[in-house]
């Protein structure tokens, strides 16, 4: 199995006027349909742009496990003052992960390479980073060898809350994991076992 949802990432709008507009239009017509079916008839809506069904698609995704007004509020602001799509696609990435129950061998596996410590005497380089993420990722079928320890350390901030200290012996940076889901990703309800899917993409 593969962990992953690939999400789209457009070329910035030149105008980020017109883009703000867009995502408030696109989040109050989400916000007003209160049904799956609703939403997904709006695809169909040769008004709307590819970045705005872009936007439903996604939204799509998690809608059954999620507090939609909550979560709309993150996606807005996880777009409108951006000119290009990266923070909304790391808060999607968090947020496919986290609607997955314990069990999930995503969620399982991440608690045994990257487990949430309650003690700072817990601590891992960028290389351990790395080497467990590699690991991680490859137990879920995605290929990993050429992850680097900077693209390693991105996905882990999409599970995990952690921080960076200097060891004043050696002089060398470590990483203290202390919580997960710090995006705040209001979950409702998590999915079935029965339906594990590809949600992760090193892409």
Not at 72 to 79: F, H, R, T
Not at 136 to 161: D, H, N, V
Request: charged share 25%; glycine share 2%; hydrophobic share 35%.
């Amino acid at each position: 199995m593969v962990l992953y949802s690939k999400t789209i990432v457009e070329k910035p709008d030149s105008n980020l006027i017109g883009r703000k507009a867009q995502v408030e239009s696109i989040i109050t017509l989400l916000k007003n349909s209160d049904s799956e079916s609703i939403i997904s008839t709006h695809l169909l809506d040769g008004g709307l742009t590819r970045f705005q069904k872009m936007i439903i698609n996604e939204f799509l995704k998690i809608y059954k496990y999620v507090d939609s007004n909550k979560m709309l509020d993150l996606i807005k602001n996880s777009l409108i003052k951006s000119r290009d799509n990266r923070k909304f696609n790391f808060l999607m990435q968090s947020a496919i992960f986290h609607i997955n129950p314990k069990g999930h061998i995503a969620v399982d596996r991440l608690d045994y390479y990257f487990p949430v410590q309650k003690s700072t005497t817990y601590k891992v380089t960028k290389l351990d980073i790395r080497n467990n993420m590699q690991m991680y990722l490859s137990e879920l079928g995605t290929p990993a060898q050429q992850i680097t320890e900077a693209k390693a350390i991105r996905l882990l901030k999409c599970f995990r809350k952690f921080y960076r200290k200097r060891d004043p012996k050696t002089k060398l940076d470590y990483y203290v994991i202390t919580g997960s889901n710090h995006l705040k990703i209001p979950v409702t309800r998590q999915k079935s076992l029965a339906h594990e899917e590809n949600i992760f993409s090193l892409a």
